[in-house]
């Protein structure tokens, strides 16, 4: 197997969903080749960093982290036919979403912290709301261990996903604790509710968590998701053996953008958290359409007490650009509006099958409307439109160096040596710019991929008339009209401090179509 061939198969390998044949491959390859060996060891810091955070809401200053990056993983997964570069930086699955074009509603809030409030408080009242229903339990069942208190505060499952909610209080008032959901947890019953998931013995079925807001400088409230349960109800017994410091907190913005992490406390906390799990409703829909040209085919819609799942197909309809993102811009009930679901544990999955992709997007949870009609509007198309150019960054001459992209202009600012390679590479922003985000990727003279990542991007939203917004200020979104990201600037670093002369090789870039298509559907 060659290094293009691992890499098609390395996060795979890292999640151990590979079959056996292509896990052998991989592995023989990986003990052979160092170059590979660090990209893996970067890949699987980088999944576990993006795990921990996939709910979380990071600080505006770094929306733009890393997006191009993500991105092409998308499109990798999806097509199984680009490259991509070394992962690197921490992204929030909500950001990443709101780049590639789906509306979550934003009411007008002036700032991120109102912004954030508000959504905790949406998340605070569906939950109480649940338990007034009866489809979640109120627990408050407190553990207190080496001077931290930990409460399980209450608990929600369904067919989609189980979210317990808690709080950690320093009792010596001086820090901040969370539960780090990839370290420290231990389900001392676990085979028997997650029995039926693929799951090691150092697994465990969490696979999200969420930093809700709170005032109190010594008290973390967060949420943890899990995958959800084999058995109808029982009894978890959660062992607890150590909380992590927070250095992210979007509660306490001057502790936004901390790259610290793990420093730990030990303890012994333990729950015995009863949980019952209800049914979701789902409605088969097996409606054909299309978008902007594109065949979609509305296949199901979960609804669920914690959220709201529409799967669907799509297959490109256009030979010269390929699909990288459906906007759904909301889903009306009656008079009322569903969005995106940014707090949703269940993040929305996108899958190649059958020469069509398949998406599930999670939607605000309407388990208690009952709706019969609904109507699904569609509001862009993202689309990837292959156009290679490649340039040489000639290390040996002055900087910056430009080169033109579409009648762009492309700057290499500075190139500066250390234990690593760092780069900064800038884009212009032109009245007419044609293209949003390019893909690239940074090659050595012999065209090989340096082991490198993408630390930070920044960027633009430009709206229907022109009007620039710092992408810091993505909560404004749905107030713009046919909002547009568009990238400007790139700190890169190769791990390596062997270079000669490199390549910037680009392969395509990213446009949207705004479009304002409205689906009809029925439910049994």
């Known amino acids: 197997m060659k290094c293009n061939d691992v890499q098609d198969f390395i996060v795979g390998y890292i999640e151990g969903i590979l079959d056996e044949e292509d896990t052998v491959k991989v592995n023989s390859h990986l003990q052979t080749c160092e170059t590979c060996q660090q990209e893996a060891k970067e890949i699987e810091q980088m999944i576990a960093l993006i795990d921990d955070k996939t709910e979380s809401i990071k600080p505006p200053d770094h929306f733009m982290k890393n997006v191009r990056t993500k991105v092409e993983i998308t499109e990798n ?32 809030f002036a700032t991120f912290i109102d912004w954030y409030k508000d959504l905790s408080n949406k998340e605070t009242r569906q939950v109480e709301q649940l338990i007034e229903q009866g489809l979640g339990e109120q627990l408050n069942l407190i553990a207190e261990s080496n001077g931290i208190k930990v409460t399980i505060k209450s608990v929600v499952a369904d067919d989609i996903q189980t979210l317990i909610y808690y709080e950690v209080e320093d009792l010596s008032k001086k ?68 909380v992590e410091k927070v250095v992210d907190d979007p509660s306490n913005p001057g502790t936004l953008g901390n790259d610290e992490r793990g420093e730990f406390v030990h303890g012994d906390w333990y729950f015995e958290i009863p949980i019952k799990k209800h049914k979701a409703i789902v409605h088969e829909l097996n409606i054909e359409t299309e978008v902007d040209g594109n065949p979609v085919f509305l296949d199901e819609l979960t609804i669920a007490p914690t959220t709201t799942i529409l799967s669907y197909r799509y297959r490109d309809g256009h030979d010269d ?120 990727e940074i090659l050595n003279e012999n065209e090989e991929c340096c082991t490198g990542s993408t630390i930070d991007v920044d960027g633009y939203i430009v709206d229907k008339d022109g009007e620039k917004y710092d992408a810091k200020e993505f909560y404004r979104m749905s107030e713009l009209e046919q909002p547009r990201i568009f990238t400007t600037s790139h700190q890169i670093e190769l791990f390596s401090n062997k270079v000669e002369n490199l390549m910037l090789k680009i392969d395509g870039y990213t446009t949207t179509t705004f479009i304002d298509e409205t689906i009809n559907v029925t439910l049994d």
């Open 77 to 108: 997964n999806r097509r199984k036919k680009m490259k991509r570069t070394t992962i690197g930086g921490l992204v929030a699955a909500l950001f990443l979403t709101l780049f590639v074009g789906t509306a979550v509603a934003t009411e007008g």
């Open 175 to 242: 820090q901040k604790f969370m539960i780090n959901y990839s370290q420290g947890i231990r389900i001392n019953n676990q085979q028997q509710f997650w029995k039926n998931q693929y799951l090691t013995v150092s697994d465990t079925p969490f696979n999200s968590s969420f930093h809700m807001y709170s005032n109190q400088n010594h008290v973390f409230a967060g949420r943890l998701g899990a995958m959800p349960m084999s058995e109808e109800e029982g009894v978890i017994k959660f062992q607890l053996n150590k």
């Open 321 to 440: 650009k390929k699909i990288r993102n459906i906007q759904i811009k909301e889903i009306e009930s009656g008079t009322k509006s569903i969005y995106l679901d940014p707090l949703s544990g269940v993040s929305g999955s996108s899958e190649e099958t059958g020469g069509m992709q398949r998406v599930n997007e999670t939607f605000n949870s309407i388990y208690f409307d009952q709706p019969k009609e609904l109507e699904i509007h569609f509001g862009a198309v993202s689309y990837f439109k292959e156009k290679p150019q490649s340039f040489t960054i000639d290390i040996t001459k002055s900087m910056p160096q430009t080169f033109e992209y579409l009648n762009n202009k492309i700057s290499i600012e500075e190139v500066e040596f250390g234990e690593t390679t760092k780069i900064h590479m800038t884009e212009e922003l032109s009245k007419n710019r044609q293209y949003e985000i390019f893909n690239y």
